[in-house]
């Protein structure tokens, strides 16, 4: 690879890169919440989420004072929460520390929670156009195929080989250097089966395509298998009220809510003591389908229950909510989308 080559990319960019949302206006904050938003979620998903966050928080002030259950409603079905809460951690440290603005080095990006090494040289490429190579997936996939690297792709030599192979081409603008490799990655040099090379400005430079040998890279270590924990989901109401709960403040999904529920499959018979056990007069249960959600190391295999109640139980902490609350006010996981689709459609 040559600065000719590095050249053609930044014209097939030009020409044939994504018009998304947040490169209409590279400001350090639009970067910091795209780039957080597109972590684990498929840049589809995340265009009207990035719009609808930015109608309600428009600043990184208006995300500083922000409620809780304001933000995790906004990010509700993206996942991985904790995203959202380092984010709003992060912005209230700007706000406290930096006067509102986003740092432009590297060293304080790195002092704010939710901010790594990839998401700080994000900033600064995009942002800021200083001289950082942010390397992601599509980069590693691209290099990997280009040198026809024998290595684990997954592993930090890889990504500083990566940084070091593309840090001599980053040239006046390397937000746009940046953008446009990982362009290459989502639409031409792809993830799964044949890449389309005919229509690759690396073509006349990448080993592997010299070689026919496209499909060989990048080489992964194959994960573990994932865990599978049983669950059983009651979604119970009485009348025009529906029960959910709080889950802890920490760990997976922390302080998220959700339908009541037991790391437990059980049988109606069973499902029905547990409820009596629990305090709860049935007046209806039914069966809903199976369905499961998959985590990064977990699966989650629910069944549910359909639960009338015949009258409220006598207990006062239980939160009872209606229709409109879980739509609009409560953010339930989409590891429980299943059970919100069933009541609310």
Same mark, same amino acid.
């Given at each position: ?142 290099? $990997?195929? #280009? ?5 684990? =792709?997954?592993?930090? &030599?890889?990504?500083?080989? /990566?940084?070091?192979? @593309? ?105 029905? $003591?547990? #409820? ?5 007069? =049935?007046?209806?249960? &039914?069966?809903?389908?199976? /369905?499961?959600?998959? @985590? ?50």
């Amino acid at each position: 690879m040559n600065k000719q080559n590095a050249n053609h990319l930044i014209e097939w960019f030009h020409n044939f890169g994504r018009d998304l949302p947040w490169r209409n206006n590279p400001t350090p904050y639009h970067v910091w919440l795209s780039e957080i938003m597109l972590q684990q979620t498929r840049v589809e998903a995340v265009k009207a989420y990035y719009t609808r966050f930015l109608d309600t928080l428009p600043d990184i002030a208006d995300l500083a004072k922000c409620d809780e259950d304001v933000y995790l409603k906004l990010w509700q079905g993206l996942g991985y929460y904790s995203r959202v809460r380092n984010l709003h951690k992060g912005a209230v440290k700007v706000m406290d520390e930096y006067g509102g603005v986003i740092p432009d080095n590297q060293e304080d990006l790195l002092k704010i929670p939710g901010i790594g090494q990839y998401t700080s040289k994000a900033i600064l490429s995009i942002a800021y156009q200083k001289p950082y190579v942010a390397v992601d997936g599509n980069l590693l996939r691209v290099f $990997a195929r #280009l040198t026809c690297y024998d290595k684990d =792709i997954k592993t930090e &030599e890889a990504k500083n080989a /990566c940084n070091d192979f @593309f840090y001599p081409f980053l040239g006046l603008r390397p937000g746009d250097f940046n953008q446009a490799l990982m362009d290459l990655g989502e639409l031409v040099c792809l993830p799964n089966g044949q890449p389309k090379c005919e229509r690759c400005p690396f073509n006349n430079c990448c080993k592997a395509y010299k070689k026919d040998k496209m499909t060989s890279y990048p080489i992964i270590t194959k994960k573990q298998k994932k865990k599978t924990i049983e669950k059983t989901v009651f979604v119970i109401h009485y009348q025009n009220q529906y029960l959910i709960d709080k889950r802890a403040d920490t760990g997976l999904l922390a302080s998220l809510y959700e339908f009541t529920n037991i790391d437990q499959k059980l049988d109606e018979d069973e499902a029905k $003591a547990w #409820l009596i056990q629990n305090g709860f007069a =049935i007046q209806k249960i &039914e069966n809903l389908h199976e /369905c499961k959600h998959v @985590f990064t190391h977990l699966i989650w295999q629910m069944h549910g229950y359909d639960v009338e109640l015949k009258q409220l139980p006598n207990k006062n902490d239980l939160l009872w909510v209606s229709k409109e609350d879980l739509e609009n006010k409560y953010s339930i996981p989409s590891a429980f989308s299943y059970f919100l689709k069933y009541l609310l459609f």
